[in-house]
């Protein structure tokens, strides 16, 4: 029965299809006739296009089509569009990024011709052929080189590289603490440029029907890519395009934007008339998808006499690639603002962002988009303040947590509440921190050096405001969430249903989930930011409460009550204090079909606040520098939980992200050529199984009044956790050695140099 389904740990019912192979993803969904599309790709970091000859690839077997900037300029095509809101000091440089370059390229793999041909091989052959003249100019790939003077000039109107700068919070309030500390701790902080990676690399597949385009693609939020795709790039109205995802194989943010590919393909299809599909192979995704983070620069903490925060001053450049993603201005900038200080209470807190142009890939959202450089800026300076001082860490932590709610942030963000001290309190017994010297005894006797680290997170969870739902009624049967927001891997098929099935007292199974498709969702905002369940489930408890409204009156025009008098509860309408009721099955019955179909927009722009407390136990190899992650544990708040199972699921996946990028992944790119040296799995790290011990995740509820379900965001919450906790363990068992300071990723090369430093 559906009572009780809120707080139950179902596994996930999608779960059956994709472990038996029943999944349908872009590559699976095969359509007679279709044309493959291919890119060619710039082998130059930075060159002028001299000249582009196709005419030997147009001629070659199989071939359909070859599209240029050209081509596409003729047909009126526009840029790709940057639609970040940012409040910068002075306007933002967006320059033109067109689907395809046009007189320049500016990192490599950028596209400089699409293909089409009638296999993928003959495709590729084609691209081969194309004779491009490139005059190579120099490369910039570090966002400090490329701001410093004299450096190589991306585009005329960003003098200097600069593309925005950015400031928020009170400067002469931050530097009255500063004046008046006792203390001042200071970092200079890199956090690294990584990928996203998801298993599933980016494929879509374009038709047209002489009227209208369909793009069928991997994606994450099909209304805001058809959005850009109608207004910015074709003029055209946005009826005139469907967007619609079958399952998706992970996204992680990076497929929340719109793509070149993706322009070139329905450019393809309409003059070809045939369909036409592309599917990236991964090491175009390295080159030419989305790249993340890369924030680097300088942060202080001010402390009095009593080890308590005074003010927070950072001033960071953002690297944004070659040119301006989507969303990415906004990640370094409006992003890291509201989490920056976590869940400490910091009086006076003041942040300074530059963006730079560099010769790189574009910089973009990925899990957690701003949060975890917020927050690994904020726990690093705590974590050095608290050695400065000779504090213990958890103590400083504790003495300087928010504990009074509501509470405004210095940097406007208004908390309705938090459970940091239990957090903290809670993991401190989950860790035992007693028992760590004879564990570290335990490490010294086998020539390891084991080091513990505790941290803490805050995150800001929404993404885009406002959200639409609607709950329809088939003829099968069967009952219909339409939701804006869309699943890539998270168990919406599952979670949405639980509460659903708790909420109108009907069985889960009686409910299914329509997400990603322009026609039968009319209105969303995709996934990203956390904000599925709060700002979506939102907009679906409003649908079917709305339903239920408009089915009152029928219900009391069957029982002959008055409407007032009617009560819902177990999926029937009674009649208050008496046993006379009829079912919503019967109200159906009773309806014309359609008639209880029911839709709502959920138009709040409220954001939420998941917190937790994380500890990572680590040994180190002194002779090789290799770092061992031995425990790690957490307990966290994401307000009430829908379904615990999902929610450690999810945490779980984030931590092994975020332990990644602590201790394995980097893009890297070479100085003087500016090509990318990490151009593949074989030179980019993800951790392994092996890589990671059991991540044992314990929850605190604390609902949030801010929907009324109750609940906090959690999807990016262990990506956002893990990077400052694992660092902090590595430099614990480091400090013996006189290592204070290490850049992730903490891999063995790195480590190793730093301990034959300290040693002389």
């Known amino acids: ?187 200079e902080l890199i956090n690294n440029r990584i990928h996203a990676a998801p298993i599933e690399p980016r494929a879509a597949v374009a038709r047209w029907d002489g009227t209208r385009f369909d793009l069928l693609l991997s994606g994450q939020g099909v209304h805001g890519i058809r959005r850009q795709l109608a207004e910015a790039v074709f003029h055209l109205p946005e009826e005139r395009f469907r967007l619609h995802c079958p399952d998706v194989g992970g996204g992680f943010g990076l497929k929340n934007f719109l793509f070149g590919e993706y322009v070139a393909l329905l450019v393809a299809a309409r003059r070809l008339g045939t369909p036409v599909a592309w599917v990236a192979d991964y090491t175009e995704e390295f080159q030419a998808a989305v790249h993340a983070r890369d924030l680097r620069g300088r942060a202080r903490l001010a402390l009095d006499a009593e080890g308590r925060f005074l003010a927070l001053q950072a001033d960071m450049a953002a690297d944004m690639g070659a040119y301006c993603s989507a969303n990415g201005p906004a990640c370094p900038t409006n992003s890291v603002s509201t989490a920056i200080g976590g869940v400490y209470a910091i009086p006076a807190i003041f942040l300074e962002v530059t963006g730079a142009f560099t010769n790189t890939a574009p910089v973009d959202a990925y899990r957690g988009a701003g949060k975890p450089e917020a927050n690994y800026l904020t726990e690093r300076l705590v974590e050095a303040a608290a050695r400065q001082l000779g504090i213990d860490p958890v103590a400083l932590r504790r003495r300087n947590l928010i504990t009074a709610f509501p509470y ?19 993991l401190e017994t989950l860790a035992d921190r007693p028992g760590f010297a004879a564990r570290k005894a335990g490490s010294a006797a086998a020539g390891r050096l084991r080091g513990l680290g505790i941290a803490c997170f805050l995150e ?120 006379t009721l009829v079912t919503l099955d019967a109200i159906l019955a009773a309806e014309p079909p359609g008639s209880l179909d029911t839709e709502a927009k959920n138009l709040s722009e409220l954001i939420t606040f998941p917190s937790g407390a994380h500890v ?23 307000g009430r939980l829908i379904n615990p199972m999902l929610t450690r699921g999810q945490v779980q ?49 604390l609902p949030t009044l801010s929907n009324p379900l109750g609940v906090k965001g959690v999807g990016q919450a262990g990506a956002i956790a893990a990077p400052q906790t694992v660092v902090a363990a590595v430099l614990d068992a480091l400090a013996p050695l006189g290592v204070a300071h290490l850049d992730m990723p903490l891999t063995a090369p790195k480590v190793w140099g730093a301990i034959r430093a300290a040693r002389g």
């Open 653 to 701: 996946g984030g931590l092994a992200q975020g332990i990644g990028q602590a201790l394995l992944e980097e893009v890297t790119y070479e100085a003087g050529s500016g090509q990318l040296l990490s151009a593949s799995f074989m030179d980019y790290c993800l951790p392994r199984a092996a890589d990671l011990p059991g991540l044992d995740v314990a929850f605190g509820e």
């Open 460 to 579: 800001t969870s929404r993404g885009a405001p406002h959200e639409w739902a609607a709950i329809r009624f088939p003829a099968d049967g069967t009952i219909a969430l339409c939701l804006g927001t869309q699943s890539n891997g998270q168990g919406h098929e599952t979670s949405f249903p639980q509460f659903a099935a708790e909420h109108l007292g009907l069985p889960r199974e009686r409910f299914r989930l329509v997400q990603a498709d322009t026609d039968q969702v009319p209105y969303g905002n995709g996934h990203g930011g956390a904000r599925s369940l709060h700002v979506g489930g939102t907009a679906l408890v409003m649908a079917m409460d709305a339903m239920l409204a408009k089915a009152r009156p029928i219900a009391a025009r069957l029982l002959q009550a008055a409407p007032e008098v009617l009560d819902y509860a177990a999926s029937a309408f009674s009649v208050r204090g008496t046993e």
């Open 408 to 426: 405004r942030s210095a940097t406007g963000m208004l908390m309705d509440g938090g459970r940091f001290g239990a957090n903290l309190d809670e």
């Open 1 to 187: 029965m559906p009572d009780g389904n809120i707080g139950q740990s179902f596994r996930r019912t999608e779960d059956l299809r994709f472990l038996t192979g029943q999944g349908r993803y872009v590559t699976d969904i095969a359509t007679p006739g279709t044309l493959h599309g291919h890119v060619l790709r710039s082998p130059h970091a930075h060159a002028r296009i001299t000249g582009i000859d196709a005419a030997a690839a147009r001629a070659m077997p199989g071939v359909r089509l070859v599209l240029t900037h050209a081509d596409l300029a003729a047909e009126g095509i526009g840029p790709l569009p940057c639609p970040a809101v940012v409040a910068t000091v002075a306007p933002i440089i967006i320059p033109a990024r067109h689907a395809l370059a046009a007189d320049a390229v500016r990192h490599v793999g950028e596209a400089v011709a699409f293909v089409v041909a009638e296999t993928a091989a003959q495709a590729r052959d084609a691209a081969e052929a194309i004779a491009v003249g490139y005059d190579p100019l120099p490369a910039v790939v570090d966002s400090r080189a490329a701001l410093a003077p004299g450096a190589p000039q991306l585009w005329p109107e960003a003098p200097g590289n600069a593309v925005f700068r950015f400031e928020r919070g009170d400067r002469a309030a931050t530097e009255a603490g500063f004046a008046a500390a006792a203390h001042v701790v200071e970092l």
């Open 616 to 638: 990572a136990e680590v040994e180190v190899d002194p002779e090789t520098g290799q770092v061992t992650l031995l425990r790690y544990q957490a307990v966290d708040d994401y």
